[in-house]
């Protein structure tokens, strides 16, 4: 299996965990409720869900129509660009309420977006029609 392929469902598994024992202890401890939450859900979100569909993405996918991945190097950075953007903003959402900007969140949130081009574009173009030989 490819070795970003791999990192992602490393990450996902790792994410996955996370996001359960955040659900847990929120169950427990309704004081940090909202914020607790919010994490819990784009952990699971983008944390479990999507970094496992990159990375069944990035190793299936190309090989549909029998080519590698296009762009190895962009989905090299698309797995620090994702896992950056998901622990940011699930870290800083919600911190404008104690009064400090919303900058950091709009961020991390334009940040995830680069990366899901990123998987897009490099998905797209892995799945062209093969070269014939």
């Not at 070795?3 to 024992?21: E, L």
């Amino acid at each position: 299996m490819d070795p970003v392929a791999k990192n992602f469902i490393r990450m996902s598994v790792i994410y996955f965990v996370i996001a359960a024992v955040i659900g847990a202890h929120f169950m427990f401890n309704r004081a940090y409720h909202h914020q607790l939450f919010h994490a819990h859900v784009h952990v699971m979100l983008l944390g479990w869900i999507s970094m496992m569909i990159y990375g069944v993405g990035y190793h299936i996918l190309p090989r549909f129509n029998g080519n590698p991945v296009a762009f190895p190097n962009i989905a090299v950075a698309h797995f620090f660009v994702a896992n950056i953007a998901l622990v940011g903003f699930a870290g800083t959402w919600g911190l404008y309420r104690l009064g400090y900007s919303k900058i950091p969140e709009q961020g991390f949130a334009v940040l995830n977006a680069i990366g899901v081009i990123m998987f897009a574009t490099n998905i797209l173009f892995s799945i062209r029609k093969p070269k014939e030989d």
